[in-house]
């Protein structure tokens, strides 16, 4: 059941200072440990968002991910068929090796009628459509406050629906829209899922961007029901940038490194927006860098002999904060 109690319709703009005040308590604070080798005990998988690869198909999405040394991918459903074909998304998985991670559910703005005009059954149709191609997470966004009953009874029926089908419904977080000087709470019960008793939730850090969250600490709060990441970055502005993670302004790399160090076991999904990126060429190399920042911030590249949550490898005190750029 929803906990929320801001059921009004606007709220003051706060989200740029609120971000301000964030990146500056993490310049002034060495979170991160540059001298300790950081590894959970449970495996975290690397995936690649089909929404990062343009143009977004299913056959470029698993060729991608396998050339560049993905563990995975995930498949949003859009109009394309192909994204819902479970013959081609299989067999595209048995051909490069690698597993359907995820299936992001077709609960953006501008895809309302896809897979069923019933928000609830367009969830139970992904979520039977994650089963079948092996895939054991469907990621979804909370409802817009004029969808109704849905959205009044989102909380329980994601829950309902989970049980049903045995797939994790893993809710993101979102952010308000602006006009001026407010904040339009679109999203039902509410933009953030701290506010709300969720079983399980994928973290985005370009939406936590925009919103003026601390990731970190949202990260810290929801870790118990954290199954799902969305790797990217942003830079503050009120935009939803999905930038390649380290050259934003957000503490990605202090949070996959909490999350290592304190033995999460979810998995993390590349989304970053090369839709206007110009060359394919371009386009590999970020999605090569995103792959890269995480295998280091998540200590998967070693030491090799590496198998506690955590290893020294120097004996000196941490430093300040990693170049965003250190890849």
């Known amino acids: 059941m929803s906990k929320s109690k801001r059921k009004v319709f606007t709220a003051k703009n706060s989200a740029r200072s609120n971000s301000r005040r964030h990146r500056e308590y993490f ?30 198909t299913v056959e470029e999405t698993f060729t991608q991910a396998a050339a560049l040394g993905y563990d995975g991918v995930e498949i949003m459903v859009t109009h394309n068929a192909e994204t819902r074909d479970v013959d081609l998304i299989t067999g595209l998985a048995a051909d490069t090796g690698l597993e359907v991670m995820s299936i992001h559910a077709p609960t953006l703005l501008f895809l309302p009628r896809v897979l069923h005009k019933d928000h609830w059954e367009k969830l139970r149709i992904t979520a039977n459509l994650a089963k079948d191609v092996g895939a054991t997470t469907v990621v979804l966004h909370p409802p817009f406050r004029w969808q109704g009953e849905y959205a009044r009874g989102f909380v329980d029926g994601v829950r309902q629906v989970s049980e049903e089908t045995g797939i994790v419904l893993a809710v993101e977080n979102m952010y308000p829209w602006r006009a001026g000087l407010r904040e339009i709470l679109v999203y039902y019960p509410d933009w953030n899922p701290l506010d709300e008793d969720y079983d399980a939730m994928t973290f985005d850090f370009s939406h936590a961007s925009t919103a003026g969250m601390n990731a970190v600490e949202t990260v810290k709060e929801i870790f118990d029901r954290l199954r799902h990441v969305h790797l990217t970055d942003g830079s503050g502005s009120l935009k939803d ?87």
Do not use: C
């Open 27 to 56: 310049a002034n604070r060495a979170v991160y440990e540059h001298e300790v080798h950081h590894i959970s005990d449970h495996p975290i998988r690397i995936g690649l968002s089909s929404s990062s690869v343009s143009p977004m």
């Open 241 to 327: 940038e999905h930038l390649v993670p380290g050259t934003g302004n957000m503490p990605v790399a202090e949070t996959l490194q909490y999350l290592a160090k304190h033995n999460w076991s979810g998995d993390i999904v590349v989304e970053v927006n090369t839709r206007f990126v110009a060359k394919k060429a371009t386009r590999e190399q970020m999605l090569a860098d995103s792959l890269a920042f995480a295998k280091r911030h998540l200590g998967l590249n070693g030491p090799p002999d590496a198998h506690r949550s955590h290893v020294s490898t120097r004996k000196s005190s941490p430093a300040n904060r990693p170049d965003p750029k250190g890849i």
